[in-house]
């Protein structure tokens, strides 16, 4: 079992920026990939950012060049630096682990970019 806790979501300006945190707890040593998903109210969840255990990433064309992904492997902490936020990046944003028989979610943290 693997328990995943974020933090970090907000209010913020349009091209402000923000950094998402999530720490997961438990059986940490059976991830194998961490990331985050967004939902946006009306759509589905959607994928931002992965990152394997060997730090290969993959972004959502959306937030290339404007977000960045870290993650310590050791700890089971993942974050997300979101820079040069847009109103379309307002959504719910889910911190996700996968292991090799299962996936986990975080609770989701709200973030909105607003004037």
């Known amino acids: 079992q693997v328990q995943l806790v974020e933090s970090g979501g907000g209010l913020v300006q349009p091209g402000g920026s923000l950094r998402l945190s999530c720490a997961a707890s438990g059986s940490i040593f059976s991830i194998v990939g961490m990331g985050w998903y967004r939902q946006a109210p009306g759509k589905q969840r959607e994928l931002v950012v992965v990152i394997t255990n060997s730090g290969r990433t993959n972004y959502a064309d959306s937030v290339k060049g404007r977000f960045t992904i870290s993650r310590d492997n050791a700890k089971g902490t993942v974050s997300l630096q979101m820079n040069s936020l847009k109103p379309e990046d307002t959504a719910v944003y889910y911190c996700?682990?996968?292991?090799?028989?299962?996936?986990?979610w975080g609770q989701g943290t709200q973030v909105t970019v607003s004037s």
């Open positions: 996700h682990a996968a292991t090799p028989g299962r996936t986990y």
